[in-house]
């Protein structure tokens, strides 16, 4: 089950966090994997550790808010793939205090980031009437978050474009669909506790932590599988769905 043997992927964001534990479960899995990341020393490493695994990859140093540098990836690529859009950064502040320039930011990587993908990539899974889309949305889809006012706009939008997508291709035999983490351990959550907690970096962990009814951040192994299963054949039927993965967040906090 879940073979990738002969399937080329397109992850981006693949230099660290979900996207690096993406790109490993593909390789693992037998998929060609194409690396995108704007950092060309995380590919690089990462690739290095595909190739430990004995999978293969290649790596591209793009911006996905620069739409020319997509659709020249996609080009360069050229055929129907599995795209999986992990790009994405994240954003504190409230409506009140969010300057314009960071809300523009947020906007450029997480809403046309995205949209640069999908337009770069879809007319080559049309041409072959298959394809496979999974977009990286968040909790904040689904229950306010306090202090994350872009951020949560942006994962609106990732959830709009979705079912859009996944309506307008039904027909051409292209799936789309997004999964809805909660909070993850990724080297963003120790950036961000190392910048305002300094000192208080394992308690402010453990107290982000207890927030998931679950009593932990998940792994990025653990948001990679349910992305390897909902990209993978065995799930042929699904289309047009978000996933929460969550630790019990968005039910069972009351």
Known sequence: MFSYQNKTAVVTGAGSGIGRAVAHVFAKQGAFVHLVDLNADALSVVAGEISDLNGKCSTHTVDVTQQAAVIALAKTINEAVILV????????????????????????????????????????????????ILNMASIANNTGLPDRFAYSMSKGAVLGMTLSVAKDYIQQGIRCNCISPARVHTPFVDNFLAKNYPGKEAEMFEKLSKTQPIGR?????????????????????????????????????N
């Open 217 to 253: 951040m998940a792994e990025p192994a653990e948001i990679a599988n349910l992305i390897l299963y909902l990209c993978s054949d065995e799930a042929a039927f699904i289309t047009g769905c978000d996933y929460p993965i969550d630790g019990g967040f968005i039910k069972l906090n």
């Open 85 to 132: 859009n992990c790009a994405g950064i994240s954003h504190i502040g409230r409506a009140d205090n969010t300057t314009e320039a960071d809300f523009d930011r947020v906007y450029q990587v997480n809403v046309k980031g995205i949209y640069n993908c999908l337009h770069a990539f879809i007319p080559y899974m049309q041409a072959k009437k298959q394809g496979t």
